[in-house]
């Protein structure tokens, strides 16, 4: 049930066998939700920690207003909120943006990892490390890439993540958001979103149909969003 996970972790560092046949052990209760249901509630207390084992998911923020930013897009592989573990009280939500099947760690198993099994311990805590990664890339390109510029990265950063658990098929993966969903990534108006859609899809670097992305020319597509995949870590070497 969490091969997604042991891909993930397994592109940083080798896992032992012990490693991986304890994670099996204390990863068992499973749920589905739909999408625009919430996984994690903002200002709850949640006892676990959830894996996301299929779908999409995000992080997000309403604002008064009604208004509402996702700060991070969540795939197959992650762990949606390790971070409850530490930090107790969630001060975001977490919503599915498909039908997502997903898996709990209790926070009192979490707890004796750390104490018992060092080196699972800071794989772990490197995954809360890259998604600190990937925040800074996000404000980065809010802040300074053109709008073109942050939806090619955004392509390409999906697309080398989705790769790591086996979820694209040739240069395509799935991509249910919609239109409205993509804005709020973005921060931008859905008129701006569709303009700047546009243009992309007339240099021919990537099409978006059916809920799928296709990279047709990644070398263009990575110039555009002067994409380097480092700050992702996907290299295995010792932890």
Known sequence: MIESLLLNLGSRDLLSAEEESHLRAIIVKDRYFAAGEDLVSEGSRPGYSTLLLDGFAARYKVMADGSRQITALHV??????????????????IVALSSCHVAFADHADLKAITERMPHLTRLLWLDTLVDGAIHREWIVAMGRRSKRAHIAHLVCELFVRLQVVKRTRGASFQFPLTQIEMADVLGVSVVHLNKTLQAL??????????????????ERLQEIAEFDPGYLSIFREPR
């Open 76 to 93: 197959a592989g992650d762990f949606v909120d390790l971070h409850a573990f530490p930090i107790k009280k969630m001060d975001h939500g």
């Open 201 to 218: 899809r007339r240099e021919g670097v990537f099409t978006w149909e059916n809920r799928t992305i296709t990279i047709v020319d990644w």
